[in-house]
């Protein structure tokens, strides 16, 4: 037993995944429960997350600690796991001030994860861009943009890493940070085995700087010293082409998944005002993709 | 087919915003009825845009697919940069801004 539980309080935003807050003996505890639907098809059952997080922990990457994982609760799967102290909010992150080592900070909690053995994690798929594709074509509505993204996708892969254990939703907007930096990585559905320059590059996607376009990582600083201290503890010498390429891929697949969410809304699986106008805001994304490929020399 | 969602898929999601998580907590006998009026005045909104011709978008999926078949000739990026700035006049008319001196 874990002594006298507080009564749950639900906590705003997870689009599909329910947070509960909780504190049993005093200890803060925060409870993810399977919501209604799904965000995209090629995410982790909540069992599956519990393992990559206890793996993840157990090599030290900074995570609240897994506690229990509950097949049902109330009907639905979940799993319980420390509440970190500290911001959450990416665009309050952004806004500062921000703490000066938080950029070296991702780039070592990246080289630990993608030092994850694969081996422990089976279950972890491979990304390729076939199922972005069948992601779009899923939709079924015409969208150029895209389809340019794709294209220089295809046509200008970089030479082939070997896959790692990658986050998959590397990004200011999930992390827990405080005065002195890195709290802990959150959100570990998205994870699978791709190149490691994915995890990498992207944060820089435009949409996840919170408007401090400037800042091309999170918003939240420069890319140099984050790429070096990465490549210091990893020797992978991942190059600037590359990440080039990853910021591309990650905001095609941002503008799909910006298209995927309002397909929620409009097939009526998750009826919401606020995942049917990303079916709109889908357009700044695609914006930013022909930016890109401009600034890549495509006319 | 227009860009999804069309302008009465939207007003659609706001009408049932407003009677279903907005309507129910209020107390408020002046906010109640308000939104009530709210809700007709969509309702007025929504039966105009069924009236509308829906665009075609056969040209967009033409192109699409000739992308998609590697068929990327100069100039394409061009156009389809100009018709995203297009829809972004309306879907979110302050963004191209954040572009301003890049």
């Known amino acids: 037993m874990l002594g006298p539980i507080s009564e749950p309080v639900l906590l705003p935003g997870g689009a599909s995944k329910e947070a509960w807050a909780v504190d049993a ?14 965000i995209h098809r090629h995410t982790l059952s909540l069992r599956h997350e519990f393992e990559v997080l206890q793996a993840a922990h157990e090599a030290g990457v900074k995570v609240p600690r897994p506690i229990t994982y509950i097949e049902d609760l109330e009907g639905r799967e979940a799993f319980v796991m420390e509440r970190l102290a500290g911001e959450t909010i990416g ?39 076939e199922r972005l594709v069948a992601e779009l074509d899923e939709v079924g509505e015409p969208h150029p943009a895209i389809e340019l993204g794709l294209w220089w996708l295809r046509e200008q892969r970089p030479p082939k890493r070997e896959p790692v254990v990658v986050h998959g939703d590397f990004r200011v907007g999930n992390l827990v940070v405080d005065e002195s930096g890195l709290v802990g990585v959150l959100d570990w559905e998205f994870a699978h085995l791709d190149d490691p320059a ?9 949409a996840w700087r919170f408007g401090a376009d400037d800042l091309r990582l999170g ?12 490549n210091e503890l990893t020797g992978f010498d991942v190059r600037p082409v590359e990440l080039d390429y990853w910021e591309l891929a990650g905001n095609v697949g941002w503008a799909i998944g910006c298209l995927t969410q309002a397909q929620r809304h409009l097939t009526g699986q998750d009826r919401s005002v606020e995942l049917a106008i990303l079916g709109r805001l889908g357009a700044e994304v695609e914006y930013e993709i022909c930016h890109l490929l401009e600034r890549q020399g495509v006319t | 087919m227009s860009e999804r969602p ?3 898929e939207l007003a659609e999601a706001i009408e049932e915003f407003l009677a279903s998580e ?8 002046r906010l109640r009825f308000r939104t009530l009026v709210a809700l007709n005045a969509l309702g007025i909104v929504r039966r105009e845009l069924s009236k509308l011709t829906p ?35 309306i879907a979110s008319p302050h963004y191209l801004d954040r572009y301003e001196g890049e």
């Open chain 2, 55 to 89: 665009v075609d978008d056969a040209e967009q999926r033409e192109l699409a697919a000739r992308i998609r078949a590697g068929d990327v000739p100069t100039g394409t990026l061009a156009r389809v940069k100009a018709e995203v700035a297009e829809r972004l006049l």
């Open chain 1, 198 to 206: 994915r995890d990498l590059a992207f944060g820089f996607v435009r």
């Open chain 1, 219 to 230: 918003g939240i600083g420069a890319v140099e010293p984050y790429l070096e201290r990465y």
């Open chain 1, 25 to 38: 003996a005093g200890e803060p505890l925060l409870v993810r429960r399977a919501g209604g639907g799904v």
């Open chain 2, 22 to 29: 907005i309507l129910p907590t209020l107390d408020d006998h």
């Open chain 1, 91 to 129: 665009r309050r992150i952004v806004r500062g001030p921000v703490p000066e080592l938080l950029p070296v900070q991702m780039a070592e909690e990246l080289a630990k994860i993608h030092a994850l053995a694969p081996e422990r994690l089976p279950f972890l798929e491979d990304a390729t861009i």
């Open chain 2, 6 to 8: 069309t302008p009465d």
